[in-house]
Each structure stands twice: as C-alpha cells, then as structure tokens.
C-alpha cells in the first residue's frame, strides 16, 4: 500500500454497526461490560477508546512502526517517552531543538536526575566522545527548529549499533510523508500531531510511534497511568487531518522552495536556512534521507536587530504572527521571543539564533501571493 492510499485506509475500517464510512467520534468516558472482565476490547476511555485506536493503527503504517500511541500534545508524547528513563541515565540531545522540548528536559527532568548533553549531532562522528555507560537516548529534530539544520539519522544509529541506545526522531517538520526514521535505524518517532498531522490548526495533540511491540507496551502503561490522553474529538480531527497529508505537505514544499530561491537573492536577506537549497550544509544528507524539503524556512536579516525583524513581522498581510505551524496558512513568527523564549540567549546564539532571525510555516496559498506578502514587509 502506497502512502497516499495509507492516510485514508491504513487501520481505517467502516463502522461495524452502522456502516459509516469516517470513525465515528466515541464520546463516552466508559464501556458497559457483560460480565466481570467480559467486554469488546474497551473498559474504560483513559485505557483505551475505538477512535483513538484508529487514529494509533493509522500513524503505525504511516511510519512503518509497529504500533502508535497518541497523547494529549507533542509534549505530553515527549514527556512520555522520558519516563522510560530512569535517575542517572544519560540523554545526548541536538542542541538545536524546540523551545519546548529544551524546557521540558533541562527544567523538569533534569532535577529528576536524568542529564541530558546538548551537542552538535550534526557532527556524527563527535557522538562517540559522549557516549557513557549511563547513555539511554539520543535524542534527534530532523531537520531542526528552527535552523533547518539536518542531522543523519541513519548515520546516528550506525554509530552507537550494539550499545543499547535508544534513537528517537521528532519527525514533526517532516512528517511520515517525507521522512520515515524507524526505516533508518530509529526506535522512537515523535509527532507533534498539533502540526502537519491534523493540518488545520485546530486541534493540540502528540503521538509516538515504536519500531517493536515491546516499547511500545512500555508506552502504552505510560499513557494509561500518566493519563495524559487525547479526547475522541481531537483523535478524529487528526484522522481527518491525515487523509489529506501528503497533498498539503507536497504544495508546502513546492511552495517553501520557491520562496527560499526568492529570499536568497533578496537585498535585505543575509541567511537563508532551507535544507532544499543547494549550499546548505547537509543538502547531500536531506536529498538521501527526504523525499522533499519541508515547508518550513528561516531567515535572517542584514539589519541585525530585534527592531528589524519586529518591521517584517508586523507588516504581512497573508503570513499570520503567531505560535505553531503545518496549517494550511501561513504563519511567521520570531523564534527568540516566541517558540525559543525559554532557551538562554547565549544557547541560542551558539546554534545562530538571532534576535532577527524569522521563522515561517509555508501554507498552501498562491505561492506568488505569499512572495509579494514577504517583499513589501521586508520593504
């Protein structure tokens, strides 16, 4: 089964009772038994619920893995996956990443315990250095945020082979149809689901898809004790998100790497971060392990100050400030103040996050509209 056949029949079936063809929404906190332990595979909604199976089954054959396992957000999903973790154990993270994930590691699981190293995993030969016997997880973004920056995930996994490592991917820039780590040695993928997944900007949600059952029965008691779930509405949100997948995130990358093209060449631009264009540092690497580029791209300005950057951000008209990405619009926003605000700002600057560095989600408008857009508020 091809991917475009997948988004809509992967672990998809008609409803048995009624025949309706779309999963319906299974509003209900609970399950009525026939006897003591005698019931049709659901107990109770926290444990498990019809819609959310569907939506776990679908993003399984997505990613290729063997099971999934959704969640309240992406956070919750990472949240999820550190309690595997235990006191001691070591995390080798990218030290570009999501604002979020940074906070939720270095804020609340670090006084748990647990260190994370937040190096360069670019440089794949520099791992080694940090590999410990207290070494659980490396932790990648592919490419990352938001720097674009695009880490070998095969190569990673090749690396640490036989040390009993976990390699986990956040996949949400990607998405399932762009790149599938599992296939490259990966052992975890993270979703944002919040983003690509759902496509509509209208619903928060996360998942994590496992290579083995073992791992993923691991997360499943983690998603049943913790209790960090999603509701049935926002599971059919996503299903109904995903049968649209592939054709959003095809128009986003088309439309992504037209406006890269225009942006390197303009006057007031002096960094265009975009793994599509060919000097980016790890094209090779993205073209191997990617079938397209992505629809997101930062920039930076030749002006070199917050001020500058806020005169862009306040004069789109198409490209939306605000928080998020992977909708069908486009939105633009100011990583140092907005998605990165928690990360200091001498990390930032370490991975070339500036103060006018600009962000943007490439929707699925007229990609000439949105050139115009970003030519008169560069001005």
Same mark, same amino acid.
């Given at each position: 089964?091809?991917?475009?056949?997948?988004?809509?029949?992967?672990?998809?079936?008609?409803?048995?009772?009624?025949?309706?063809?779309?999963?319906?929404?299974?509003?209900?906190?609970?399950?009525?038994?026939?006897?003591?332990? /005698?019931?049709?595979?659901?107990?109770?909604?926290? $444990?498990?619920n019809p819609?959310?199976?569907?939506?776990?089954?679908?993003?399984?054959?997505?990613?290729?893995?063997?099971?999934?396992?959704?969640?309240?957000?992406?956070?919750?999903?990472?949240?999820?996956?550190? /309690? *595997? *973790?235990?006191?001691?154990?070591?995390?080798?993270?990218?030290?570009?990443?999501?604002?979020?994930?940074?906070?939720?590691?270095?804020?609340?699981? !670090?006084?748990?315990? %647990?260190?994370?190293?937040?190096?360069?995993?670019?440089?794949?030969?520099?791992? $080694?250095?940090?590999?410990?016997?207290?070494?659980?997880?490396?932790?990648? =973004?592919?490419?990352?945020?938001?720097?674009?920056?695009?880490?070998?995930?095969?190569?990673?996994?090749?690396?640490?082979?036989?040390?009993?490592?976990?390699?986990?991917?956040?996949?949400?820039?990607?998405?399932?149809?762009?790149?599938?780590p599992l296939?490259?040695?990966?052992?975890?993928?993270?979703?944002?689901?919040?983003?690509?997944?759902?496509?509509?900007?209208?619903?928060?949600?996360?998942?994590?898809?496992?290579? $083995?059952? =073992?791992?993923?029965?691991?997360?499943?008691?983690?998603?049943?004790?913790?209790?960090?779930?999603?509701?049935?509405?926002?599971?059919?949100?996503?299903?109904?998100?995903?049968?649209?997948?592939?054709?959003? %995130?095809?128009?986003?990358?088309?439309?992504?790497?037209?406006?890269?093209?225009?942006? !390197?060449?303009?006057?007031?631009?002096?960094?265009?971060?975009?793994?599509?264009? =060919?000097?980016?540092?790890?094209?090779?690497?993205?073209?191997?392990?990617?079938?397209?580029?992505?629809?997101? *791209?930062?920039?930076?300005?030749?002006?070199?100050?917050?001020?500058?950057?806020?005169?862009?951000?306040?004069? $789109?008209?198409?490209?939306?400030?605000?928080?998020?990405?992977?909708? %069908?619009?486009?939105?633009?926003?100011?990583?140092?103040?907005?998605?990165?605000?928690?990360?200091?700002?001498? =990390?930032?600057? /370490?991975?070339?996050?500036?103060?006018?560095?600009?962000?943007?989600s490439v929707?699925?408008?007229?990609?000439?509209?949105?050139?115009?857009?970003?030519?008169?508020?560069?001005?």
């Amino acid at each position: 089964m091809k991917f475009g056949t997948k988004v809509i029949h992967a672990g998809i079936e008609p409803d048995p009772s009624t025949g309706a063809i779309m999963t319906p929404i299974f509003q209900t906190s609970t399950f009525v038994q026939e006897a003591p332990g /005698k019931h049709k595979g659901f107990q109770y909604a926290r $444990t498990a619920n019809p819609t959310r199976q569907a939506l776990e089954n679908n993003l399984a054959a997505l990613e290729n893995g063997a099971a999934g396992i959704c969640f309240s957000s992406g956070l919750a999903a990472l949240d999820a996956i550190l /309690k *595997l *973790l235990s006191p001691g154990d070591q995390v080798i993270s990218t030290n570009d990443l999501y604002g979020g994930s940074f906070r939720l590691m270095n804020q609340v699981f !670090k006084k748990f315990g %647990v260190d994370f190293k937040f190096i360069d995993l670019q440089n794949v030969n520099d791992i $080694t250095k940090y590999i410990t016997n207290k070494t659980k997880m490396i932790w990648i =973004e592919t490419p990352t945020n938001p720097m674009l920056s695009i880490v070998d995930i095969k190569a990673v996994a090749e690396s640490v082979s036989g040390n009993n490592i976990l390699i986990c991917v956040d996949n949400t820039f990607a998405t399932p149809y762009l790149q599938n780590p599992l296939d490259l040695g990966a052992d975890l993928v993270l979703h944002s689901a919040t983003k690509y997944l759902g496509g509509h900007s209208d619903v928060i949600h996360g998942a994590v898809v496992t290579k $083995t059952r =073992e791992l993923a029965d691991q997360l499943y008691f983690i998603q049943n004790a913790a209790g960090a779930i999603p509701g049935p509405q926002d599971c059919f949100l996503v299903l109904r998100g995903i049968k649209t997948l592939h054709i959003r %995130v095809q128009r986003a990358c088309e439309n992504a790497y037209k406006i890269a093209l225009f942006l !390197k060449n303009h006057p007031k631009i002096s960094k265009v971060y975009y793994p599509g264009l =060919e000097d980016h540092p790890n094209h090779n690497v993205a073209s191997n392990q990617m079938r397209m580029f992505g629809g997101m *791209l930062s920039f930076d300005l030749v002006e070199n100050t917050f001020d500058a950057a806020k005169r862009v951000l306040r004069n $789109t008209h198409y490209f939306s400030l605000a928080e998020s990405l992977g909708g %069908v619009e486009s939105l633009i926003g100011h990583p140092a103040t907005m998605t990165h605000g928690s990360i200091p700002k001498e =990390e930032r600057l /370490k991975v070339g996050l500036t103060d006018s560095l600009i962000r943007v989600s490439v929707g699925i408008e007229d990609v000439d509209d949105l050139m115009n857009d970003l030519n008169a508020s560069l001005g």
